[in-house]
């Protein structure tokens, strides 16, 4: 059985809650086994999670759903960049995958409905090349 974990910036939570059931459903079809789901209050916090969890020799790989708006300043974006560096960096230490099922750097939130399905999905489908045998 392949072991994965999900870590979910709950910060909008209506649209995580709904990423997550999309994510989940996509897990069960390829036969993967969601051990833990770990909430996390935003994407800043995503990535000590995911070093903490992938650390453990029983969890084969991982995926993490949020949401970065644009805001009014560079915040955002800045912000976005160093967590989406800093999880394909832990891919690299731990040597297992990641998907990234983040919305953003920038969402307006227009955006935000259309893109909760595709970014679910590719956050597990991005797993199977390393996962599936």
């Not at 989406?84 to 953003?104: D, M, R, S």
């Amino acid at each position: 059985m392949t072991n994965i974990v999900a870590v979910c910036a709950m910060y909008h939570l209506d649209e995580m809650n709904k990423m997550l059931k999309i994510a989940t459903s996509q897990a069960e079809d390829l036969g993967y086994n969601i051990v833990d789901v770990i909430e996390v209050p935003g994407c800043m916090e995503i990535p000590l999670a995911l070093d903490r969890v992938l650390a453990s020799e029983e969890i084969d790989g991982a995926f993490c759903l949020g949401i970065i708006e644009k805001g009014e300043t560079d915040h955002g974006l800045v912000m976005g960049q160093g967590v989406l560096k800093t999880i394909l960096e832990l891919q690299l230490v731990h040597n297992k995958p990641i998907g990234l099922g983040i919305i953003g750097p920038g969402a307006l939130p227009e955006h935000v409905g259309p893109r909760i399905g595709p970014h679910a999905t590719a956050a597990v489908d991005a797993l199977r090349p390393f996962l599936d045998d």
